[in-house]
């Protein structure tokens, strides 16, 4: 079983501050994608990475992906109350993964205050 | 961009009866739809993946007589949750992919409430 370990698990911070959340796991994944979602509503994805060592920028956040495609991490700059949501990071195939479902990471309940 | 249309929004309905959840693909044949269960605040559990015209692939835990996927079409998948109860109160997301190495989209979400 591929498992996905999402952190932190709840964040809570201030508008302007900086955040950084992860994902990590034992398995490889043929890519990683990170997906925002609010309450009611399905996720949305924000960025896909396949390559070990990728960074892809998305205007504040900035995603990662390990050399060894085990890891990822999403870096929020100058945190706003618009980016307040559900963070999920969610892995593709790799090992055993035949049909390409996603593997969820827990997810990251992210609040930011005004 | 591809949109994945989840009916109804919200279902509210007595415990014992079933409920239907539609899941379209409007503007491309979907090969393979997923089915998720979400709580509060917690992530996606994927309950089965449906592929058009053959049997749905449950997770491990998840009843199949109790939850029931039909994927009759390339643009349909229904889930019906039998005989519901309120433990099986939950959101209820589907996503939809074409061919193998096309994104995947989500449905909004179905939010049931079991009385």
């Known amino acids: 079983t591929q498992l996905l370990e999402q952190s932190p698990q709840f964040l809570s911070i201030q508008e302007g501050e900086n955040l950084t959340v992860y994902c990590n796991s034992s398995?490889?994944?043929?890519?990683l994608q990170w997906y925002r979602q609010e309450p009611g509503e399905g996720p949305v994805l924000l960025v896909t990475v396949v390559t070990g060592g990728e960074v892809k920028k998305l205007k504040r956040l900035t995603f990662q992906f390990g050399d060894a495609r085990k890891d990822s991490s999403l870096h929020i700059t100058a945190a706003q109350p618009g980016d307040t949501g559900l963070y999920l990071c969610?892995?593709?195939?790799?090992?055993?993964?035949?049909?390409?479902?996603?593997?969820f990471g827990k997810g990251t309940l992210l609040t930011v205050n005004p | 961009g591809a949109v994945v249309s989840q009916h109804p929004s919200w279902v509210i309905c007595k415990s014992g009866t079933s409920v239907k959840i539609e899941c379209r693909s409007l503007?491309?044949?979907?090969?393979?739809m997923f089915w998720y269960r979400q709580f509060p605040k917690q992530s996606l559990m994927l309950m089965a993946t449906?592929?058009?015209?053959?049997?749905?692939?449950?997770e491990q835990g998840v009843e199949k007589d109790k939850f029931l996927i039909n994927h009759a079409s390339l643009t349909l998948s229904t889930l019906t949750v039998t005989s519901a109860h309120p433990e099986d109160s939950s959101f209820y997301i589907c996503?939809?992919?074409?061919?193998?190495?096309?994104?995947?989209?989500f449905g909004s979400g179905t939010q049931l409430s079991v009385l």
């Open positions: 969610a892995g593709e195939g790799g090992s055993g993964g035949s049909n390409y479902k996603l593997t």
């Open positions: 449906s592929n058009e015209g053959s049997k749905a692939t449950y």
């Open positions: 398995s490889v994944f043929s890519s």
């Open positions: 996503s939809a992919r074409g061919t193998e190495n096309e994104k995947l989209f």
């Open positions: 503007d491309f044949q979907a090969t393979t």
